[in-house]
């Protein structure tokens, strides 16, 4: 029985080295901030050190309604598709749109109907441009947002039915042979 007793304490004595933990939170891990002209280092959390900055006041319609279109990259394709779990070209100008407010057409060829034309080499960041994809296809069946222009390069974000929500680039071949015109909203 002594025996028993010796190699019972033994295993709980050797088991029990190993087990134990300290348990210890990490919610928050505080950031040291010294403000302009105190001497002493503050502590925060990090909630507190890292905000958004305040919108800039020199930031347009087109640049605000861009930045939001731009946070859809990515997202998959679905046809009639409005949500982060998929859509479809118009579905994603509908959807940015919206967020700024702005009731636009919810289809390709209605959107294509709206806002003022304009020269593709007069286009502008938020404009946008609309192409015709199918062959034989006599009706605008694409659109995308046109989010930069540099060196007459025109970028412009659209949702693909083999990439999803991406960005592109007008000189590409395809969507260049595509292209049918530009439009401006505002």
Request: proline share 5%; net charge positive; aromatic share 8%.
């Amino acid at each position: 029985m002594r025996k028993t007793y010796i190699l019972v304490v033994s295993c709980v004595f050797l088991t029990s080295c190993g087990v134990v933990k300290k348990n210890t939170s990490y919610s928050e891990n505080p950031k040291v901030h010294v403000p302009a002209g105190t001497p002493e280092p503050t502590v925060e959390s990090e909630a507190e050190v890292i905000s958004e900055p305040p919108p800039s006041p020199t930031e347009s319609p087109a640049d605000a309604v861009v930045e939001t279109a731009l946070t859809y990259t990515g997202v998959r394709y679905k046809y009639g598709g409005t949500t982060r779990k998929g859509m479809d070209c118009s579905g994603l100008l509908y959807t940015t749109f919206l967020e700024h407010d702005i009731s636009v057409p919810r289809t390709s060829e209605m959107l294509s109907e709206q806002g003022e034309k304009v020269k593709v080499k007069k286009v502008q960041k938020g404009d946008l441009l609309f192409f015709k994809t199918s062959r034989g296809r006599k009706k605008i069946n694409h659109v995308g947002l046109v989010v930069d222009v540099k060196d007459e390069e025109v970028k412009f974000i659209h949702s693909t039915t083999s990439r999803g929500v991406i960005v592109s680039s007008l000189r590409e071949g395809y969507w260049n042979h595509a292209f049918v015109k530009a439009t401006r909203l505002y």
